[in-house]
């Protein structure tokens, strides 16, 4: 792929997620960074570098997703895949309260919580800081 076809991938997949990260909802332009064009499904696993498989993701999602493409959940030890931003709608999965805490509506969600780290403390306090200024979800 040459680069100006790589660049116009990812402005692309950064104009479909309208500049959010597509698993916690960030907005780059808050950021100091820019965003990773990350594979959902990952390379290793069969994935392709289309569009259909590539997801707009801050540094932290990324980097916690990895080559992952599901996680155990609950006493059972259930394997459950993890949210996939090109197939499933977020508003489905994930609520934030008011305190900046995301809630998961379904295992999808519970599960991409927990591998992704989504209520890290600090993701917390950035969720919060979004949701005063208006910026969130
Ligand atoms: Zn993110």
Request: charged share 20%; net charge positive; with cysteine.
């Amino acid at each position: 792929m040459s680069e100006q076809s790589r660049k116009q991938l990812r402005k692309r997949i950064a104009i479909i997620a309208g500049g959010r990260c597509e698993y916690c909802r960030v907005l780059e332009y808050l950021t100091h960074y820019d965003f990773h064009i990350e594979h959902i499904i990952g390379l290793q696993h069969g994935g392709t570098s289309v569009a259909s498989n590539l997801a707009y993701s801050c540094a932290w999602c990324n980097w916690k997703k990895g080559p992952n493409i599901a996680t155990i959940l609950g006493r059972e030890g259930s394997l459950i895949p993890l949210f996939n931003p090109r197939t499933q709608n977020w508003f489905t999965h994930f609520e934030p309260n008011e305190n900046g805490v995301l809630n998961g509506k379904s295992d999808i969600g519970k599960a991409t919580i927990k591998l992704l780290e989504l209520n890290h403390p600090e993701r917390v306090d950035e969720r919060f800081c979004m949701i005063q200024s208006g910026f969130y979800p």
